[in-house]
């Protein structure tokens, strides 16, 4: 588990259970870890638990991002790992939907994975060293009915996804898109003893992530998807 | 030519050569049209040579389309066809990049677009009638480096043509998405005699969005690309 | 009508609905049709109707292939159109389908689309005009459970449409790959009076394919789908 | 590495560098290992190194394929882990391919990887464990021109493998298609100087498969795809 070739982390839209099981992989490594979230008060019990540190963000706010980015480096030094997993999401008709939360929506599935790489991107450059993991989701690969702002947000960061990998892994930048295709397990949740596995397992998610920081540089993916075992696609 | 079974258009992000050309059809056709554009003085031109309507809106601005919608069809009745045909674009290494340049891209990109088929859906449901075509581009099926703001905002306008053509086919309104593969040629300018047709002719983009107008709802196309014969991809 | 801008045509894998309406558009534009299949018994009715030749073949046999071209040659004289409408489809359990069962199925689905292609290019490319159209399947871009020799003929006959579009588009050569998603509903068939078009018309899938002859090359598309307005995707 | 929760490997079109690599980490696991190829031969340094059991086999052959897995749980016991990697390559111009050698070239690349998902499938259904992984190419993802065999070939498996995992995966077993995208360098030679690890390394890319094998089921990915940081794709 020693073996991850870089030295700090920083997670964003950090709460869900994939931050928090990557979280603890990343610790258990030895990585000092900074994980951030519009509401920090729920990390409480992960921050108590693994030792990382919790800061607050508004990842759709550039000049947030670049606060949290300055600040996380002030904390854990030079950043070599991050990890974009915040989402907006509103569901409905498009004729109900309304216009300025569509617009929030989109700003944090996409705007805010673009701030964020920027500033990872401009942190990483001067050394050619570091990763940067998108956590996307099948409505970037399909849109689906009633869910349009979604398919807007995940489509968008798919394509910074593939846009960034091709700027920035020749710079020694790994960027991945991870598409997690399915429902997420809540921690601590007990699965289901019918269909044993149906739904992904944060740990099982977080080890793929940790497959993608891993990779060596002659064989980088910059797209991997997942889903349970049980899952028609 | 006056076999389209819609009876008014209006066109989003006028200006280009391929609304020009699709103005022409449409009107020659015997359609009315409104084309819209932020600065309509350059659609003078256009707009005497084929009797269209011209309209000023910031399709980046949820309430000004909502108010395009209304002018529009007070001028010109109940609308049938709306194709949106803005998009924003700014190029540079991720680094570079202004934050809100970015958020202005894809606000026109792709924001602008949702709020202009949300407000073809509201007008168009109770009918059960009519068509939305958007403008794609290659940026929206792949990332180039040093192009990631567009293509978040062409990635994301799949995303919207997607999710909406599931969503609204059905209720009989047709949603498709094309994806112009290459470069655009003027209007007026002449063909390169060594390479003829090497670009693509706004007359023969706008007869694709004419087909797709007259297709029968049990064989509807949701995406169709088109590029020059000698371009690879 | 009369304004496709080739003068001959060859359907392989005549009999279903698609070449029925194929063949009575181009006849009544006024194009010599051969149309060729296994068994050519079944096309009497259409051969009588619009004076299209019917032509035995099997077409995952190379030298049969070669000598349909041949013939048909003969018959109606240089060809520009082709159009490649033959399938194999085997379905079942992984673990129970018959290997040469598989093996002729790929071979209908694919290899015959080949040998297809290869002879309209040697024919064509002295002339540096012509059409080849084929006839995919959701099974071309999706693999579904329980039907994987039709998912590789399909996928294999995308393939071959991609590279061969690549390939002989700049010689002045047109390739098209249309992807039939759905049910086509049998030419004669009442449409389902509760869902009216959910199935795909014939009619409108020809129409289609007339749609792809008559773009001009600044515009070719190497891809379109299809679908009932009622089909989600 | 001893974390593999498989206990037998067999893989088919073995003698490449990934074939290779893989056998030396899956031995290097502890468990036993069938290559087999149909030149045996330039098996023999490896067989010596890694102490691997080298077998004959035609893959575009069914009955030779079954003999192959029959004899292959003779000596290591009941299979579960299978890796097709064989493929068949032809190259040129459409109008000038022998179509003898194309078919044959679609019966290594597709046909003998059915027969080997068949047989796998087979052998592992009645336990409801195992893995199969499939070595794809970018030439399965996107058709070039001059390459419309391995196109085909390529398509055809990857069609295959979605099929096959769409359908195996519920019952247990594990299918993945690996997009190699890229030149592999030969095992052994030096790399470039200029530009390092600008070709797969046949290590790094045997331990994708690795990844691959100790997924957990509630997270499984069905396609990967990896290439050189210093490639655009």
Same mark, same amino acid.
């Given at each position: 588990?020693?073996?991850?070739?870089?030295?700090?982390?920083?997670?964003?839209?950090?709460?869900?259970?994939?931050?928090?099981?990557?979280?603890?992989?990343?610790?258990?490594?030895?990585?000092?870890?900074?994980?951030?979230?519009? /509401?920090?008060?729920?990390?409480?019990?992960?921050?108590?638990?693994?030792?990382?540190?919790?800061?607050?963000?508004?990842?759709?706010?550039?000049?947030?991002?670049?606060?949290?980015?300055?600040?996380?480096?002030?904390?854990?030094?030079?950043?070599?790992?991050?990890?974009? /997993?915040?989402?907006?999401?509103?569901?409905?008709?498009?004729?109900?939907?309304?216009?300025?939360?569509?617009?929030?929506?989109?700003?944090?599935?996409?705007?805010?994975?673009?701030?964020?790489?920027?500033?990872?991107?401009?942190?990483?450059?001067?050394?050619?060293?570091?990763?940067?993991?998108?956590?996307?989701?099948?409505?970037?690969?399909?849109?689906?009915?009633?869910?349009?702002?979604?398919?807007?947000?995940?489509?968008?960061?798919?394509?910074?996804?593939?846009?960034?990998?091709?700027?920035?892994?020749?710079?020694?930048?790994?960027?991945?898109?991870?598409?997690?295709?399915?429902?997420?397990?809540?921690?601590?949740?007990?699965?289901?003893?019918?269909?044993?596995?149906?739904?992904?397992?944060?740990?099982?998610?977080?080890?793929?992530?940790?497959?993608?920081?891993?990779?060596?540089?002659?064989?980088?993916?910059?797209?991997?998807?997942?889903?349970?075992?049980?899952?028609?696609?």
């Amino acid at each position: 588990m020693t073996d991850i070739p870089y030295r700090s982390a920083l997670i964003i839209g950090a709460g869900s259970g994939i931050s928090g099981s990557l979280t603890r992989l990343l610790r258990s490594a030895g990585l000092p870890v900074v994980i951030a979230a519009r /509401n920090t008060d729920k990390l409480t019990p992960l921050v108590e638990e693994t030792g990382a540190i919790a800061l607050k963000v508004d990842a759709s706010d550039a000049a947030g991002v670049e606060r949290l980015f300055d600040e996380t480096e002030v904390r854990i030094g030079a950043l070599e790992v991050v990890v974009y /997993n915040a989402s907006g999401r509103v569901r409905g008709p498009i004729a109900d939907l309304d216009p300025g939360e569509v617009e929030r929506a989109v700003g944090v599935s996409a705007l805010g994975a673009f701030y964020s790489v920027q500033q990872a991107a401009k942190r990483m450059l001067p050394t050619g060293k570091g990763a940067i993991l998108l956590t996307g989701a099948t409505a970037g690969v399909k849109g689906f009915a009633l869910s349009s702002p979604f398919a807007m947000g995940k489509f968008a960061l798919r394509g910074l996804a593939q846009s960034a990998a091709q700027e920035l892994a020749p710079k020694g930048i790994h960027v991945a898109h991870v598409v997690v295709d399915g429902r997420v397990r809540p921690t601590g949740q007990e699965e289901s003893e019918e269909q044993p596995d149906s739904s992904l397992d944060p740990d099982a998610i977080a080890r793929t992530y940790l497959d993608l920081l891993r990779q060596h540089r002659s064989a980088w993916s910059w797209e991997i998807e997942i889903r349970p075992w049980v899952e028609s696609f």
